[in-house]
């Protein structure tokens, strides 16, 4: 689908758009309300070989997607009206570069009992750079080999579960590929003195993503 096609499906009503990574931490375009938000049957994976952002052809890192089953807390952005257009298509150049992802119109569940008509960017599982559901030990080994045009992988991963924690959500399985792909950049030559051990400690109970619930289809 090209960009001209998927604007032209826009609904006539307020938009919302549903980050469940970078997004999160660096939306890159104005919004009027920003809230924390609740998909059901979708769930965040680190599935997506980085050939540009987070890593190279060479070396490729991985990036998050969105896959089919379980759920995902993440955050949504309320756009204005007017500037719809102009911020989906600086969205579309970011995100649809190498069609990697699908755009797709989910329920966002929103503090209050609301639900927002919510865009969001689904993994195309048919797609060469989808990497699928790998172990711990290769998805670690990939992220700390990863560094692209935006930084260093080991540095998104641990952003994306810093602003997990702020919405009150911890993932275990992605919580021990950081400190796995920590492990093993530590032990290269040429490793980043930048990159700092993530606090995961936090009082009370906290919501789960049910990412490692339901397994990719």
Known sequence: MKLAQFLALLPPRELWVFGY???MWSPGFAYREKQRGFVYGFHRALCIYSHRHRGTRAQPGLVMGLCHGGSCWGMSYR???????????????????????LPRFVAARLDGARTAHALTFVADQTHRQFAGDLDIENTARLVA?????????????????AHM???????SHLERVLVRAKAIWGQT????RGLTPVDNSRGGQTPVDKSRRSKLI
């Not at 257009?85 to 992802?101: G, K, S």
């Not at 560094?147 to 994306?160: A, F, P, S, V």
Request: glycine letters at 10%; charged letters at 35%.
């Open 145 to 161: 080999q990863g560094r692209g045009g935006r930084g260093h992988n080991i540095d998104y991963l641990q952003r994306t579960l």
């Open 79 to 101: 756009l204005a009206t007017r500037r719809q257009r102009d911020i989906l298509a600086e969205l579309w150049h970011r995100e649809m570069r190498n069609y990697v992802y």
């Open 189 to 192: 030559p040429e490793r980043s």
């Open 165 to 171: 924690r702020e919405l009150g959500v911890r993932d």
């Open 21 to 23: 990574a970078s997004l």
